[in-house]
């Protein structure tokens, strides 16, 4: 009992000469750090050790089953929320989890995200499923894409397809989608859009994205661009398909909502995409980044965006509002949200650009690569000569890459998945000087840590 006396002793003696030398404010508490943001997985798993936890996560799963059948009975119903509000009374975790995305476990984590939600409403929908606590909002990687779009004649979307080529993983997932939206299904003239839309979400999360969101929003001045711009995607399987009809934009939405991944991704875009007219960037999280990677999510789910025509960098949905009878205002301002947007506007300006936004003036720290990227080590042979890079290795992307060949086994082989020839990311170097080093120390801290450096002495010799 005595040692556990001593240890408090010593982290109040720390705690008081903290107070007294001014570094700690009177109402700072020492380990009052903020909690991380818990994984829905993880959240899942605790509930899963308790029995009752479990068989009433459960019973919600059966809810969602019935609810995306038919509409549920006010009886039924009623026991949904009540089984709903006992789960969450005993673990509240399951209601502030996040998911992150692209990761190896996203689909796991989103489906246990929307279980406790159970049917959501509009407004619940602006409230993002995925952390954007490890996202880096300062755009470091979006800002290295568009100082690889260099101002002049040449044609901006050629030039980014071009690098995309010569880093060997933007090359060949870039070619695996191509190839699975351009290919029909045997004994038809019809792409197979479900292998287009994974082939193209598989590109976008696996690739850095300087290359990746590069060929998505490179910068035109002529029709020629913008229509090598508006194929990026291969919008005849990806966005519409080869005879043209279109749904009714609430039916889209409507799909898009009964699939944890789209409605995950729609969330998303509608709560990093939101408009503002209060700050610089127009967007009210003020992050052109967050919007850009969001909208990007979209794509190669069924409300996938693209560009419009070839003259223009507007973009909408693939639907109509006819039909929508008393929906149609409704309709018409699911449309608006890509058609008349600023946030979203702005930010594809701005990636067009080499400038950075008025709101986003502080230095970027070092890119990131993409999210499944895990390790770091130095490239000697690089193909790229031009840039420093750093090369990063994924074993969970190679379970992932295993795991996904199997099922396209599984799916009966109907196009051959062209081989990845490189699991490494590569991300160029731009670290940032940074102007937080630059702080001089004052003597109130230095007098601090010596009277912390004379009592740890102190203890341990007592100890």
Not at 53 to 79: H, I, M, N, T
Not at 124 to 131: C, N
């Amino acid at each position: 009992m005595g040692a556990p006396n001593k240890t408090t002793m010593i982290l109040n003696g720390f705690a008081l000469v903290l107070y007294l030398s001014g570094v700690l404010p009177s109402s700072a508490s020492i380990f009052n750090f903020p909690a991380p943001t818990i994984d829905c997985v993880e959240a899942h798993r605790v509930c899963s050790v308790e029995p009752t936890c479990e068989a009433l996560y459960r019973g919600l799963e059966l809810c969602a089953e019935d609810a995306a059948v038919s509409p549920q009975a006010e009886q039924l119903a009623s026991e949904c929320v009540e089984r709903r509000d006992a789960l969450l009374a005993k673990h509240p975790s399951l209601l502030t989890c996040k998911c992150q995305r692209g990761f190896r476990k996203e689909e796991l984590c989103l489906r246990i995200y929307w279980r406790v939600r159970l049917l959501p409403g509009e407004e619940e929908l602006e409230t993002s499923p995925y952390d954007d606590m490890l996202v880096d909002t300062h755009m470091a990687s979006l800002v290295a894409a568009s100082s690889f779009m260099q101002l002049g004649g040449e044609n901006q979307c050629l030039k980014a397809a071009q690098d995309c080529g010569l880093y060997e993983k933007c090359g060949n997932l870039r070619s695996e989608y191509v190839l699975a939206c351009t290919k029909p299904m045997p004994g038809t003239n019809r792409c197979n859009q479900h292998k287009c839309h994974r082939s193209l979400r598989r590109f976008l999360e696996r690739v850095p994205e300087e290359y990746s969101l590069g060929v998505l929003f490179c910068r035109c001045t002529d029709t020629l661009c913008g229509e090598r711009r508006r194929k990026t995607i291969v919008p005849s399987c990806s966005y519409h398909d080869k005879e043209g009809l279109q749904l009714n934009c609430l039916h889209q939405q409507s799909f898009c909502r009964r699939d944890d991944l789209c409605r995950s991704r729609l969330a998303d875009f509608l709560n990093n995409c939101q408009p503002s007219h209060l700050t610089a960037s127009g967007c009210l999280k003020d992050s052109a980044g967050l919007c850009l990677r969001a909208y990007a999510g979209l794509i190669g789910t069924i409300m996938t965006p693209n560009y419009i025509s070839n003259s223009s960098a507007d973009v909408s949905l693939w639907c109509n509002c006819e039909g929508s009878g008393n929906q149609w205002q409704e309709c018409l301002k699911l449309q608006r949200i890509f058609t008349h947007n600023s946030c979203l506007r702005n930010s594809i300006s701005w990636m067009g650009s080499l400038g950075l936004l008025p709101a986003d003036i502080t230095q970027p720290p070092a890119p990131r690569p993409s999210p499944l990227v895990q390790k770091d080590e130095l490239l000697k042979n690089n193909h790229l000569p031009e840039h420093n890079n750093i090369v990063l290795d994924s074993k969970e992307e190679e379970e992932l890459t295993q795991t996904e060949d199997e099922q396209e086994g599984a799916d009966g082989g109907q196009f051959d998945v062209i081989p990845l020839y490189s699991e490494r990311a590569t991300v160029s170097n731009l670290g940032s000087s940074g102007t937080g080093g630059s702080t001089s120390l004052t003597t109130g801290p230095s007098k601090a840590m010596l009277l912390l450096l004379l009592l740890l002495s102190f203890s341990l010799s007592w100890l």
